[in-house]
Nanobody
């Protein structure tokens, strides 16, 4: 069982930056790949970024590539999402998720956090 808690969301102006964190419980964090997803009002949850268990491989959705960076610190049981050059269309609830093997599909993840709201004003 993995419990995930996101933090770092908030209100930011377009062009600004935020850094999301996701803290995991337990001693199996390093055995799980991690992903970030987001869900805007009235839309389906979508993939944002993912990182392998050792951090050596990362994946990004096309609409965040070059602006967002996913990273992890296995010693701190934490995964991060650095978001730069934010746009109003990035407004959503952001979720972190965990599974044994890295994937980019929402349905493949086994554990989910409660989400953190990111609002980008124009």
């Amino acid at each position: 069982q993995v419990q995930l808690v996101e933090s770092g969301g908030g209100l930011v102006q377009a062009g600004g930056s935020l850094r999301l964190s996701c803290a995991a419980s337990g001693r199996t964090f390093s055995m799980h790949a991690m992903g970030w997803f987001r869900q805007a009002p009235g839309k389906e949850r979508e993939f944002v970024a993912a990182i392998s268990r050792n951090g050596g491989t990362t994946y990004y959705a096309d609409h965040v590539k070059g602006r967002f960076t996913i990273s992890r610190d296995n010693a701190k049981n934490t995964v991060y999402l650095q978001m730069n050059s934010l746009k109003p269309e990035d407004t959503a609830v952001y979720y972190c998720a965990a599974r044994r093997v890295v994937a980019t599909t929402t349905g493949d993840y086994d554990y989910w956090g409660q989400g953190t709201q990111v609002t980008v004003s124009s």
